[in-house]
C-alpha cells in the first residue's frame, strides 16, 4: 500500500490519545473512524475534538471552517466491525495493559480488510508479541504518538521482528503527512527511544533520593536548572502520573532484568495512591498551587550522576541497534523536550568522565544499573557517541551550528534557528552560534540579503529560553553579562551592511520580538502573534527591546506594547508599523524568501551606505546627512550606477555586482 492509497482511518480507543490522533489525522484530511467500546467513551472523546478544535480556531491555527470540516470528518461509532469494514490503516490507542490490547488485535483481526494495515500507539510494550496475535505481522508496526498528540512533533516508528520495510515506509510518510517527525526504532526494545531514556532518569532520580544523597528539590533543581531540562524528574512524574513511569519500570524489569528494578520510594508512592497532580498529591501538593522548584540548589554530583545513567541507556540503545545516537537526540528533543539530546549532553561532559562515575558507584553499591554497558567503553574510547566531533555538517556550506540551520542560496543566507522543541527559544548556545552566523555571512561577499526564520509553524521565537538560562541563578553580575552577550550579537545583526528580512510565523515573544526588530523588514503570517511578555515576569525587555521598538512604532506604542506585556495579532501589529506584510499563513515562507531574494538582487553598495546613513541619523541629523552625502559622491563612480542606468534607459533589469 502506498500513501495515496490511505484514505480511511481507524483509531481505536477515544481516551486523550486516541481522541488526540484521531484529531491530528481530520485535520490531515483523512476520514477517521473513532471508535470505542460504549457511547459514553466514544462521545466524550468526539466532545474533546470539538472543543480542541474550537481553541485552535479561536487562537488562529486554523479557521472555522477547517475546523468545521476536521470535525465532519470523524465518525463516532461503538461497533467495532462497522468501524474497522473499510478502513486502510488501523491506530490502536487503548489502555497500556497487553492483556487488553491482545483481546483487541483478536478480534479486530476478523473484521478488518486483508489490505489494512495495524499500528500500535504503545508506549512500550513489545511490538513483536502483539503483532504475532494477528495474521498480519508483516503489516505491524508500532507508531508511538506522544502527549497531546496535536502538540507534540514526535512519532516514534518501530518494527516488530516480523515488520516489513514497507510498512515502516507507509506509517512514516503517514506520520508526516499528519505534520508530525517520525523517528524509526529499528528494533523492538522495551521504552522504545524516548521512554527508554525518560524513565530510567525518573527511576535513578528516585534512587538518588532514597539513598539519602540528594532530597527532592535539590534533584529537581538539578534536572531543571543544571541539564536544562522542562521539569524537574520529580516534577515529570508527577504530571505524567508516577503509576504509568512505575509500570513502565516494571515492564522493563521483567524484560530487561534486575537493572530497572523500580525504586521502593515509587512503589510507595503507587501504593498510596499519591500518584502526582492527577491525585492531586505525588511528590508535591498540587492543592496550594503546586511546584515551586529552586533554581539556587543545583548538585553538581547529582548532575554527573543522572547524566552518567543517561549515558549508558543511549549507549545501549546503540549497541543493540534500536537507533543511532542522531536519531536518540533528535527523539528525546521532540518527545521530552530537552535543549539537547542526550547524547550531545553526554559528550559535552566526557564519556571518560560519566564512564568513571559509573565504576565508582557499581563499585560502592554493587547495583546492576550502574555496570557499564560494553557500548559506552568504546564511545569513550572513540572521543564520543558522535566520535569526538560532534554531528556531521549536512548543509553542505560549511555551517555546523546545533541550534540554527544556515544555508547559502541565490545570494540569500538563510539563517533559521533550529530548536522547535522549545519553540525556538533563545539559549546561550543559541547566542553564540547567533553571533558567529552573522560574522560569516556579513564577511561572505557572496551573500546579499539575511533572510531569519523559525523552525516549524509554531514559532519564530516564544523568546529567551528563560529555563535554561535560570540555571545561574539571581546572581546580577550573570543577569548583566546575559543582558550584554544579547545587546552585542542582536545589534551586530541589526548593523549588517546588508539588509536582514525577518519571516514571522507563529509565535514572536520576548527575545523572539527583539531579535525581530533587529531587522530592516517583517513580514508575518496571519496567525503570528507578537508581545513583549516581559513585564508579568516582572522583568524588562534587555535585549535592546526598550531601544529599537520605540524607534519603529514611536515611543507611546512601545510602553503600551511593553507595559502591557499583551500579545499583539499580526495585522494589529502591521497598523502600528512594526510589520510591513501580512500573508496567508501558507506563503509566509515563499513570501519572505521571495523579499529577501529580491533584496539581494539589489545594489549592495547603495543598501550600505543607506544603512549607515539611517543608523547615524538617529541619534544626530546632521551626522546622517553628512553621511548621504559622502555616500552619494562615492557611489556616483561606481559600476553599479551605470549598471543601473543602463538597464533603466533600456528598460531592463539591472545585474548589479557590488562594483
Known amino acids: 500500500m502506498e500513501l495515496e492509497d490511505v484514505q480511511r482511518v481507524a483509531v481505536l480507543g477515544a481516551g486523550n490519545m486516541g481522541h488526540g490522533i484521531a484529531e491530528v489525522a481530520a485535520l490531515a484530511g483523512y476520514d477517521v473512524v473513532l471508535r470505542d467500546i460504549n457511547e459514553e467513551f466514544v462521545q466524550n472523546g468526539y466532545d474533546q475534538i470539538e472543543w480542541s478544535l474550537g481553541k485552535l480556531a479561536e487562537k488562529d491555527r486554523l479557521t472555522e471552517e477547517e475546523a468545521d470540516a476536521a470535525l465532519d470528518r470523524i465518525e463516532p461509532l461503538v461497533d467495532l466491525e462497522a468501524a474497522v469494514g473499510d478502513v486502510d490503516v488501523v491506530i490502536e490507542a487503548v489502555p497500556e495493559k497487553m492483556e487488553i490490547k491482545r483481546e483487541v488485535y483478536t478480534d479486530l483481526e476478523s473484521h478488518a480488510p486483508d489490505r489494512t494495515v495495524f499500528a500500535t500507539n504503545t508506549s512500550s ?15 505491524f508496526c508500532g507508531m508511538h504518538f506522544f502527549n497531546p498528540p496535536i502538540r507534540m512533533p514526535l512519532v516514534e516508528v518501530i518494527a516488530g521482528e516480523h515488520t516489513d520495510e514497507a510498512t515502516l515506509s507507509l506509517i512514516e510518510a503517514l506520520a508526516e503527512e499528519m505534520d508530525k517527525t517520525p523517528v524509526r526504532v529499528h528494533k523492538d526494545s522495551p521504552g522504545f527511544i524516548v521512554n527508554r531514556i525518560l524513565v530510567p532518569l525518573m527511576n535513578e532520580a528516585a534512587w538518588i533520593v532514597e539513598s539519602g544523597d540528594a532530597d527532592i528539590e535539590t534533584v529537581d533543581a538539578t534536572t531543571k536548572y543544571g541539564l536544562g531540562l522542562p521539569m524537574g524528574a520529580f516534577e515529570l512524574a508527577d504530571q505524567v502520573g508516577i503509576d504509568v513511569g512505575y509500570h513502565v519500570l516494571e515492564y522493563m524489569h521483567g524484560e530487561l532484568g534486575d537493572a530497572y528494578r523500580p525504586c521502593p520510594l515509587l512503589a510507595e508512592k503507587v501504593e498510596a495512591g499519591e500518584l502526582g497532580k492527577k491525585t492531586g498529591v505525588g511528590f508535591y501538593e498540587y492543592e496550594n498551587g503546586g511546584v515551586n522548584v529552586p533554581t539556587d540548589a543545583v548538585d553538581e554530583g547529582v548532575e554527573r550522576r543522572l547524566l552518567a545513567v543517561m549515558a549508558n541507556e543511549v549507549a545501549g540503545l546503540i549497541g543493540n541497534d534500536v537507533a543511532d545516537a542522531d536519531a536518540i537526540d533528535r527523539a528525546v528533543m521532540l518527545g521530552g523536550g530537552f535543549p539537547d539530546g542526550p547524547a550531545k549532553l553526554a559528550d559535552a561532559t566526557g564519556l571518560d568522565a560519566l564512564v568513571e562515575t559509573l565504576d565508582e558507584l557499581a563499585d560502592a553499591t554493587e547495583e546492576e544499573r550502574y555496570t ?33 540551520t544556515v544555508t547559502v542560496s541565490e545570494r540569500v543566507g538563510h539563517v533559521q534557528i533550529d530548536r522547535p522543541h522549545r519553540m525556538n527559544t533563545i539559549s546561550d548556545e543559541l547566542l553564540d552560534e547567533l553571533s558567529d552566523a552573522i560574522d560569516r555571512l556579513d564577511a561572505d561577499d557572496d551573500v546579499r540579503a539575511v533572510l531569519l526564520t ?30 550584554r552577550r544579547g545587546q552585542q550579537t542582536f545589534g551586530k545583526l541589526e548593523a549588517m551592511d546588508k539588509p536582514v528580512v525577518a519571516g514571522i510565523d507563529g509565535y514572536c515573544l520576548g527575545g523572539g520580538m527583539e531579535l525581530a526588530t533587529c531587522a530592516d523588514l517583517r513580514v508575518a503570517s496571519e496567525r503570528s502573534e507578537l508581545g513583549q511578555p516581559e513585564h508579568n515576569l516582572g522583568l524588562l525587555p534587555g535585549w535592546g527591546g526598550t531601544q529599537r521598538l520605540a524607534r519603529i512604532v514611536g515611543e507611546g506604542r512601545a510602553k ?29 515562507a515563499d513570501r519572505a524568501w521571495e523579499l529577501a531574494a529580491d533584496l539581494a538582487a539589489g545594489p549592495p553598495i547603495a543598501q550600505r551606505y543607506t544603512k549607515r546613513a539611517m543608523h547615524a541619523g538617529r541619534t544626530d541629523g546632521e551626522a546622517g546627512l ?13 559600476e553599479d550606477v551605470m549598471e543601473g542606468i543602463t538597464a533603466f534607459m533600456g528598460d531592463g533589469d539591472p545585474d548589479f555586482k557590488g562594483k
Not at 567503553?377 to 560549511?398: I, L, S, V, Y
Not at 503600551?560 to 497598523?575: K, L
Open 125 to 139: 510494550l513489545s511490538i513483536t508479541d502483539l503483532s504475532e496475535v494477528t495474521e498480519r505481522p508483516e503489516r
Open 372 to 404: 557499564v554497558v560494553p557500548a559506552l567503553r568504546e564511545a569513550a574510547e572513540r572521543g564520543g557517541f558522535h566520535g569526538g566531533d560532534g554531528p556531521e555538517d549536512t548543509d553542505g556550506d560549511g555551517f555546523d551550528y546545533d541550534t540554527l
Open 454 to 483: 523559525g523552525s516549524g509553524d509554531r514559532a519564530f521565537s516564544a523568546g529567551a529560553d528563560v529555563q535554561s538560562m535560570a540555571a545561574g541563578g539571581a546572581d546580577p553580575i550573570l543577569a548583566v553579562e546575559l543582558s
Open 560 to 588: 503600551e506594547i511593553i507595559f502591557t506585556a499583551d500579545r499583539y495579532d499580526a495585522e494589529t501589529m502591521a497598523d502600528y508599523g512594526f510589520i510591513n506584510e501580512v500573508v496567508e499563513n501558507d506563503a509566509l
Open 626 to 638: 553628512a553621511i548621504e552625502a559622502q555616500a552619494f559622491g562615492h557611489i556616483m563612480n561606481t
